[in-house]
């Protein structure tokens, strides 16, 4: 089964500045015949479902603002939101779907205003 | 507007059983791939459960396998999570959900949720 892990478990950045989370798997998420990493983003507030942001590892999901932006490749990948703004206070997933329809969620990184 | 909407949720004693309901609209439910994912009181998000479009694939983690059974009705739009022999651990919001994951075809849909809490 394949694992993820995230780093920080917490941050608190301060409006208008960067915040970068990284997400790491324990094998491969990379799907050598189409090139593509199974690698998703989510964003979930307090009493909220969670919210997809990002897709294919970098492509962001419609309607998604985009200071928001996901890189990597493999097995490590950082979610960047290049300018924090009061509504992205939530906690972030990372979720591999390499193994689909088994799919396997990181414990998440939660983000707060400094 | 596609609507999630899980019911059946509620207190239940240890070894006891619920079944939990998601009705879902305006989305071409039959055509896709749908899952269960629990998030227990302050914790994160764990994928519980898939199902293959016609039903006929049935997928589930280590910690429900044996236990939990998910079904679909592609006639009534619903899809079900038959929950037996719980555990106080099993206690959680369950979400039904069309995630990525299952498919990019059909977008991301999530329902809001329906807490089953485990207690004696």
């Known amino acids: 089964d394949i694992v993820m892990t995230q780093s920080p478990d917490s941050l608190a950045v301060s409006l208008g500045e960067r915040a970068t989370i990284n997400c790491k798997s324990s094998?491969?998420?990379?799907?050598?015949?189409?090139?593509?990493?199974?690698l998703a983003w989510y964003q979930q507030k307090p009493g909220q479902a969670p919210k997809l942001l990002i897709y294919w590892a970098s492509t962001r999901e419609s309607g998604v603002p985009d200071r928001f932006s996901g890189s990597g490749s493999g097995t490590d990948f950082t979610l960047t939101i290049s300018s924090l703004h009061a509504e992205d206070v939530a906690v972030y997933y990372c979720q591999e779907y390499y193994s689909t329809p088994r799919v396997t969620f990181g414990p998440g990184t939660k983000v707060d205003i400094k | 507007e596609v609507q999630l909407l899980e019911s059946g949720g509620g207190l239940v004693q240890p070894g006891g059983s619920l079944r939990l309901s998601c009705a879902v609209s305006?989305?071409?439910?039959?055509?896709?791939?749908m899952g269960w994912v629990r998030q227990a009181p302050g914790k994160g998000l764990v994928w519980v459960s898939s199902?293959?479009?016609?039903?006929?694939?049935?997928y589930y983690a280590d910690s429900v396998k044996g236990r939990f059974t998910i079904s679909r009705d592609n006639s009534k739009n619903t899809l079900y999570l038959q929950m037996n022999s719980l555990r106080v651990e099993d206690t959680a919001v369950y979400f039904c959900a069309k995630p990525i994951g299952l498919g990019i075809a059909g977008g991301d849909y999530w329902g809001q949720g329906t807490l089953v809490t485990v207690s004696s």
């Open positions: 094998q491969s998420v990379l799907y050598r015949s189409n090139n593509k990493n199974y």
């Open positions: 199902i293959s479009a016609s039903g006929t694939g049935t």
């Open positions: 305006e989305f071409s439910f039959s055509s896709y791939a």
